[in-house]
T-cell receptor, first 114, second 110 residues
Framework: DAGVTQSPTHLIKTRGQHVTLRCSPI?????VSWYQQVLGQGPQFIFQ???????GRGNFPDRFSARQFPNYSSELNVNALLLGDSALYLC?????????????FGAGSRLTVL | AQRVTQPEKLLSVFKGAPVELKCNYS??????LFWYVQYSRQRLQLLLR??SRESIKGFTADLNKGETSFHLKKPFAQEEDSAMYYC????????????FGKGTRLHILP
């Protein structure tokens, strides 16, 4: 198993644009969580999906949205990008349901907004 | 509200000396606590969780509900322990998210 895979690894956008980040969980994992990590800070929770349903949402504006597909992969979408959205976006999967707690992280997608 | 506080941004310790990384939390229910670690150029990964009560790479952490703390300890630091350490909190409720502290960079001096 390749572990949790994320794409793209790096991308550069300009303010106002839209971005889609993708995540494939470990085989057998049904829960996917998204985190934003700004330089010098810990990961900030954005979304959690389990069995294709949203099970948790962090304190992020409605410009952030996500979904989970039947194969348990997930997309994070951010609209109307702001400079402050520049960050490393981490995806993590876990075997059990929400809050089951042992997260396996991907390498992240580094987004730069100019 | 859930909150995890790691008061030290950077901790420098000599090789062979004891290590203690501090973590305090705020949570009204029954918490589950974790330590995650990120070594240079590697992914964030689980180090240990309090319900396992195990020692990983010589590290241990005890949940102190009275002091709402979950400090990470190791009696003798090794150079390979240099990394970024994050304390994390969830509830025992299977529907709850996991939140992270801001992290402490541990630097082991030779």
């Amino acid at each position: 198993d390749a572990g949790v895979t994320q794409s793209p690894t790096h991308l550069i956008k300009t303010r106002g644009q839209h971005v889609t980040l993708r995540c494939s969980p470990i085989s057998g994992h049904k829960s996917v969580s998204w985190y934003q990590q700004v330089l010098g800070q810990g990961p900030q929770f954005i979304f959690q999906y389990y069995e294709k349903e949203e099970r948790g949402r962090g304190n992020f504006p409605d410009r952030f949205s996500a979904r989970q597909f039947p194969n348990y992969s997930s997309e994070l979408n951010v609209n109307a990008l702001l400079l402050g959205d520049s960050a490393l976006y981490l995806c993590a999967s876990s075997r059990q349901g929400p809050g089951a707690n042992v997260l396996t992280f991907g390498a992240g997608s580094r987004l730069t907004v100019l | 509200a859930q909150r995890v506080t790691q008061p030290e941004k950077l901790l420098s310790v000599f090789k062979g000396a004891p290590v203690e990384l501090k973590c305090n939390y705020s949570y009204s229910g029954s918490p589950e606590l974790f330590w995650y670690v990120q070594y240079s150029r590697q992914r964030l990964q689980l180090l240990l969780r309090h319900i396992s009560r195990e020692s990983i790479k010589g590290f241990t952490a005890d949940l102190n509900k009275g002091e709402t703390s979950f400090h990470l300890k190791k009696p003798f630091a090794q150079e390979e322990d240099s990394a970024m350490y994050y304390c994390a909190l969830s509830s025992m409720n299977r529907d709850d998210k996991i939140i992270f502290g801001k992290g402490t960079r541990l630097h082991i001096l030779p």
